[in-house]
């Protein structure tokens, strides 16, 4: 493993996400943790806490576009259509 390589777990609660920038990393890492824990992987994370993840290729997005049009149904307010930023 090089040292260059990067990798960042978060754990809350009993939900742990783990992202790297080395695949053969992230594949021990998980084989190490299933052998001590019950434990599934998910595969490619797309929500958390709220958070719409989109991941493409080498760019995450985090986006709150439910909990928004949930905010705003319940407050009454009308959705407008959705336009990209200039």
Do not use: H
């Not at 998980?30 to 991941?55: D, H, R, V, Y």
């Not at 439910?66 to 307010?77: F, Q």
């Amino acid at each position: 493993m090089d040292q260059d390589n990067l990798m960042i777990i978060e754990v809350y609660v009993d939900d742990i996400i783990l992202g790297s920038n080395d695949d053969k990393l992230s594949k021990y890492f998980a084989t190490k943790i299933q052998s001590e824990f019950e434990m599934s992987m998910l595969g490619k994370l797309t929500c958390f806490l709220g958070l719409q993840i989109s991941q493409q290729d080498k760019r995450i997005f985090i986006y709150q576009t439910k909990y928004v049009k949930e905010i705003l149904k319940n407050s009454k307010w009308k959705i407008a259509s959705q336009s990209l930023p200039p």
